[in-house]
Antibody
Framework: EVQLVESGGGLVQPGGSLRLSCVAS????????MHWVRQEPGKGMVWVSR????????TYADSVKGRFTSSRDDAKNTLFLQMDNLRAEDTAVYYC??????????????????WGQGTLVSVSS | DIQMTQTPSSLSASIGDRVTITCRAS??????LNWYQHKPGKPPRLVIY???SLQSEVPSRFSGSGSGTNFTLTITGLQPEDFATYFC??????????FGGGTKLEIK
């Protein structure tokens, strides 16, 4: 069974840092792109970042670029999100998600087929 | 970024009802549209991908339709376990995916 378990959330002051972790099990972790998605209180999901299976390619949303860093330790089946210079607007539940391509007709469609249960990050003084 | 507008934001229905949720994209996304179900404290679950393809192990009472900018998720014959929040996601602009605001489906 595929399982993703996030941890590391908590209360932090503006300008502070946090490091989120996502431990994966039930699949060959190094073979998959992994993403972080967040949900601000009362709002919809927002894509944050992605990292390739070999860790060499990362992409970030403009809102976090230069402040957040995604990494992975494939030996420990763990995904990380280092969050620096946190702002009040970063307050959200953060989810890690596995991305796969599902074929419909002749086209591959990227989906998030497995998600964690989320970890809450609160940025407040 | 492609904006996704989902309506309604909340919906009350009874067991056995047929409900429809709509998602509109700010520009054409052909059929790059996915639907998820999310229950409190649980991970989101993929329900529909590519606008109308049913994800494995999802009951056939769930269906999706649409293309271009307008999409719908329909649940025919609501069951108790279907009460949850549903949200859409476009995957046209990989990896800058965007999501709808969600629809909370509640028991009437």
């Amino acid at each position: 069974e595929v399982q993703l378990v996030e941890s590391g959330g908590g209360l932090v002051q503006p300008g502070g840092s946090l490091r989120l972790s996502c431990v994966a099990s039930g699949f060959t972790f190094r073979s998959y792109w992994m993403h972080w998605v967040r949900q601000e209180p009362g709002k919809g999901m927002v894509w944050v970042s992605r990292i390739s299976g070999d860790g060499t390619t990362t992409t970030y949303a403009d809102s976090v670029k230069g402040r957040f860093t995604s990494s992975r330790d494939d030996a420990k089946n763990t995904l990380f999100l280092q969050m620096d210079n946190l702002r009040a607007e970063d307050t959200a539940v953060y989810y890690c998600a596995r991305a796969i391509g599902l074929v419909a007709g002749v086209t591959a469609h990227w989906v998030f087929d497995s998600w964690g249960q989320g970890t809450l990050v609160s940025v407040s003084s | 970024d492609i904006q996704m507008t989902q309506t309604p934001s909340s919906l009350s229905a009874s067991i056995g009802d047929r409900v429809t949720i709509t998602c509109r994209a700010s520009q054409t996304i052909t059929r790059f549209l996915n639907w998820y179900q999310h229950k409190p404290g649980k991970p989101p679950r993929l329900v529909i991908y590519a606008a109308s393809s049913l994800q494995s192990e999802v009951p056939s009472r769930f269906s999706g339709s649409g293309s271009g900018t307008n999409f719908t998720l329909t649940i025919t014959g609501l069951q108790p376990e279907d009460f949850a929040t549903y949200f859409c996601q476009q995957s046209q602009s990989n990896p800058h995916f965007t999501f709808g605001g969600g629809t909370k489906l509640e028991i009437k």
